[in-house]
């Protein structure tokens, strides 16, 4: 049964889930958002010392104390987190900070699951700033992300160049081939190389109430350009008449595009808006505060196959040219 470490590092306190005594290096990076080639210490505090945690003999992972999931630990880098202690807001003139939904559930990221899939949160500018916009991989060649907003600017033929948070080397032109407007989805393609090593599409399956999830977003911002953010929620609805589900994850502009994960490391939805909050009315129903974003709203990528088959490779059995009396 998986318990909960709680680490911290500045002014950051990340709970990981972890199934025996060991978590990994690349699970607190990918926690704290530090640099592949950051170098770490974790440590804990007994008899009024700091204790450094002793490694494994491969050097991955930390070794943990018994009753270390009532314990508080600590992270030393060589490298500052990316993400900083106040978020704001990324989009528009006046940027506001971040207002969490009340009603959000706030669950601990699974730091595994998030090292596993980090080379999978794609992003894009399209303003020629240093704001992320994100996609997500859908085959080795197809990508998807949203078309509200600026991307409603967005047209057949356009091109994106993609990358990826922890895969530096990874820089993909790709076009707009398709647009979805009951999905609000812009299908990309790339023109030669590949986007991933895996077909994400045809193996997902559908969000069921009661899941929980992984979200990737880019809403941080910190010196003029955003960073990742991980999130974790339940899916608190079953799928609205609208084709959404609901996520219990707060969600903030710059999330727009981000992908839904499961806890088996499937990628089941894309993050596509915002369930509203109503304004508070004073004694003549009036507005007396602004509305403000609540949970975020989810599309199942399972529902995106069956309208792009015209553009999924056909399999090597099926080729008709093979075919003969």
Same mark, same amino acid.
């Given at each position: 049964?998986?318990?909960?470490?709680?680490?911290?590092?500045?002014?950051?306190? =990340?709970?990981?889930?972890?199934?025996?005594?060991?978590?990994?290096?690349?699970? =607190?990076?990918?926690? /704290?958002?530090?640099?592949?080639?950051?170098? *770490?210490?974790?440590?804990?505090? &007994?008899?009024?010392?700091?204790?450094?945690?002793?490694?494994?003999?491969?050097?991955?992972? /930390?070794?943990?104390?018994?009753?270390?999931?009532?314990?508080?630990?600590?992270?030393?880098?060589?490298?500052?987190?990316?993400?900083?202690?106040?978020?704001?807001?990324?989009?528009?003139?006046?940027?506001? &900070?971040?207002?969490?939904?009340?009603?959000?559930?706030?669950?601990?990221?699974?730091?595994?699951?998030?090292?596993?899939?980090?080379?999978?949160?794609?992003?894009?500018?399209?303003?020629?700033?240093?704001?992320?916009?994100?996609? *997500?991989?859908?085959?080795?060649?197809?990508?998807? +992300? /949203?078309?509200?907003?600026?991307?409603?600017? *967005? #047209?057949?033929?356009?091109?994106?160049?993609?990358?990826?948070?922890?895969? #530096?080397?990874?820089?993909?032109?790709?076009?707009?081939?398709?647009?979805?407007?009951?999905?609000?989805?812009?299908?990309?393609?790339?023109?030669?190389?590949?986007?991933?090593? #895996?077909? /994400?599409?045809?193996?997902?399956?559908?969000?069921?109430?009661?899941?929980?999830?992984?979200?990737?977003?880019?809403?941080?911002?910190?010196?003029?350009?955003?960073?990742?953010?991980?999130?974790?929620?339940?899916?608190? +609805?079953?799928?609205?008449?609208?084709?959404?589900? +609901?996520?219990?994850?707060?969600?903030?502009?710059?999330?727009?595009?981000?992908?839904?994960?499961?806890?088996?490391?499937?990628?089941?939805?894309?993050?596509?808006?915002?369930?509203?909050?109503?304004?508070?009315?004073?004694?003549?129903?009036?507005?007396?505060?602004?509305?403000?974003?609540?949970?975020?709203?989810?599309?199942?990528?399972?529902? =995106?196959?069956?309208?792009?088959?015209?553009?999924?490779?056909?399999?090597?059995?099926?080729?008709?040219?093979?075919?003969?009396?």
């Amino acid at each position: 049964m998986a318990q909960e470490i709680r680490i911290k590092m500045m002014d950051k306190d =990340i709970a990981f889930e972890l199934t025996d005594n060991r978590i990994t290096k690349n699970s =607190i990076k990918a926690g /704290f958002l530090l640099e592949d080639d950051a170098v *770490i210490s974790l440590s804990y505090e &007994k008899n009024a010392h700091q204790i450094c945690c002793q490694m494994n003999e491969a050097g991955t992972s /930390f070794l943990l104390p018994d009753e270390w999931s009532s314990m508080q630990f600590s992270v030393e880098s060589d490298k500052a987190p990316s993400r900083p202690a106040t978020p704001a807001d990324i989009e528009g003139p006046n940027p506001k &900070k971040r207002k969490l939904d009340p009603y959000s559930e706030q669950l601990a990221v699974n730091g595994d699951l998030a090292a596993s899939i980090g080379r999978y949160a794609l992003y894009y500018n399209v303003k020629r700033d240093n704001y992320k916009r994100c996609a *997500i991989p859908l085959t080795p060649r197809l990508a998807a +992300t /949203f078309h509200h907003g600026e991307n409603k600017s *967005i #047209k057949i033929g356009d091109e994106i160049v993609i990358h990826s948070w922890l895969d #530096k080397n990874l820089k993909v032109a790709t076009r707009a081939v398709k647009i979805m407007e009951e999905y609000d989805t812009i299908i990309l393609q790339a023109d030669g190389e590949h986007l991933s090593d #895996k077909d /994400f599409i045809t193996s997902s399956g559908y969000p069921q109430k009661g899941m929980k999830y992984l979200l990737m977003g880019f809403s941080i911002i910190h010196e003029k350009t955003s960073h990742l953010l991980l999130s974790s929620g339940i899916i608190a +609805t079953e799928v609205t008449r609208r084709l959404r589900y +609901t996520g219990s994850s707060g969600t903030f502009k710059g999330d727009s595009g981000g992908g839904c994960w499961s806890e088996d490391g499937h990628l089941i939805g894309m993050q596509i808006g915002v369930e509203k909050v109503p304004h508070t009315k004073d004694t003549n129903g009036r507005p007396a505060s602004p509305a403000s974003g609540g949970r975020c709203c989810i599309i199942a990528i399972r529902d =995106i196959l069956g309208h792009i088959q015209d553009l999924m490779p056909m399999p090597a059995d099926s080729d008709a040219d093979s075919w003969s009396e």
